[in-house]
């Protein structure tokens, strides 16, 4: 049985953050981002995904290394909407409380 696959899409601002990082920081990033929520963007046991509570639409966030990537998930994509440190994590999230 094939695995289902989302359509990752950036955001402009997301893109703006990914472009911003040292090279081998970006690749990483992609490489996590290609691995993790292409397949399979939802929190399952212990992961390196988390939904984040009191947002609607349902907000998500994944670890790489010490950057966090803030997404949301559609029926056949996930829109990246931020990529940040995770030092300004919460001056992100204020933005969509």
């Known amino acids: 049985m094939e695995q289902k696959r989302f359509e990752v ?3 402009p601002s997301a893109q703006k953050d990914l472009e911003k990082l040292e090279v081998d920081k970006a690749l990483q990033l992609a490489t ?3 691995i993790y929520l ?4 939802f929190p399952f046991g212990k992961t390196r995904i988390k939904k984040l509570t009191n947002f609607d639409p349902p ?3 994944l670890r790489s290394g010490v950057f966090r990537i803030y997404y949301r998930i ?5 829109i990246v909407l ?3 440190h ?5 001056k992100f999230l204020k933005k969509f409380r």
Do not use: G, M, Q
């Open 32 to 34: 996590d981002i290609k």
């Open 9 to 11: 899409i950036f955001s």
């Open 59 to 61: 907000l998500y966030r």
């Open 82 to 84: 931020a990529i940040t």
């Open 74 to 78: 559609h029926p056949k994509e996930v």
């Open 86 to 90: 995770k030092k300004n994590s919460e």
């Open 38 to 41: 292409e397949t399979s963007p």
